[in-house]
């Protein structure tokens, strides 16, 4: 018999999603009201051998383009797709801010758009560096911040947590007057290494991502009417994750770095592969039904700044 067919979602394609028609669900809140019951959850290592199955797998480009949260206008600069928050204000002149959320592009209520589009491609060259030096800042800021040291700050959640290293046999806690939910403790020998402190704080990393994964496939199963059978933490270097026809859905432990708008898209987007094996207008549908704003969570990912090449 064969294997069942496996589908692995790969956010580094160049290609954009058919865009769905208008979503029939409204977006459900993004963390369950009640607590849920853990689902059966096995690690890679646990699962047995199999056979190799069908894989649709995409060569995977740079991630390009730029797109803001509350983008409302999208332009082509220097072959870029820069999608910006417009808005109207009392200023004098068109204005340009990049921040961490993108390009925002404020003008007089009297200027015309066909005015702000001119504006804006006349600024392309300055626009684009621009928000690549700040993309580029942030993921210095990502990597620099996991140190595996003692009071390094780890991103998770989108937000980060301070690294609280213990020595076995010390009295004391460090860190003790941080609340315990801005800590991530670990308990390692004396005289640890820098690879020892990692190891423990990835042990811990992966627990809360476990724990957040199963919540958020037990939330999101019942919205799109399928059922998921088991969960695997990935270690992936280029996949975020993957699902197979038998229920089995593989989740990137990375994802926890990132905020959970982003970790749902996954979640959702795996388990719209248990209706829809593909990636045609009907699979982009599925996932619209219950996260109509799949496309900017979408892209949001693609621009995270996680080194998915570093295992």
Not at 30 to 56: F, K
Request: hydrophobic letters at 40%; glycine letters at 6%.
């Amino acid at each position: 018999m064969r294997a069942p067919l496996q589908f692995v979602l790969d956010f580094f394609t160049g290609g954009d999603p058919v865009l769905p028609a208008p979503a029939r669900v409204p977006l459900q809140a993004h963390l369950p009201e009640a607590p849920v019951q853990a689902g059966d959850v096995t690690t890679p290592q646990m699962l047995p051998p199999a056979r190799p199955s069908p894989v649709h797998d995409v060569p995977a480009p740079a991630p390009s383009g730029f797109t803001h949260p509350a983008a409302n206008r999208h332009a082509q600069l220097q072959g870029v797709t820069v999608s910006y928050r417009f808005e109207r204000s009392r200023r004098k002149s068109i204005g340009f801010l990049v921040g961490a959320d993108g390009l925002l592009v404020r003008a007089p209520s009297w200027v015309p758009l066909r005015e702000v589009d001119a504006a804006v491609q006349e600024k392309a060259t300055w626009i684009v560096a621009k928000l690549q030096q700040f993309k580029q800042r942030q993921t210095e800021q990502f990597q620099k911040a996991i140190e595996w040291r003692h009071g390094a700050e780890v991103p998770f959640m989108g937000r980060t947590v301070q690294l609280c290293v213990l020595e076995r046999g010390v009295g004391r806690v460090l860190g003790q007057d941080i609340p315990a939910d801005q800590l991530l403790p670990v308990t390692v020998p004396p005289g640890a290494s820098v690879t020892q402190v990692r190891d423990a704080a990835q042990v811990w990393l992966k627990k809360q991502a476990k724990t957040l994964f199963e919540q958020r496939l037990h939330h999101f199963a019942p919205l799109l009417g399928v059922r998921w059978q088991k969960l695997s933490l990935s270690s992936a270097s280029t996949r975020w994750g993957s699902a197979r026809t038998d229920g089995h859905i593989r989740l990137n432990w990375r994802l926890i770095h990132l905020p959970i708008s982003q970790i749902d898209y996954v979640v959702v987007h795996e388990l719209a592969h248990l209706r829809e094996m593909n990636h045609s207008p009907r699979f982009w549908e599925t996932v619209g039904e219950v996260m109509p704003d799949y496309a900017q969570r979408r892209q949001a990912l693609r621009q995270a700044p996680v080194d998915l090449q570093e295992d």
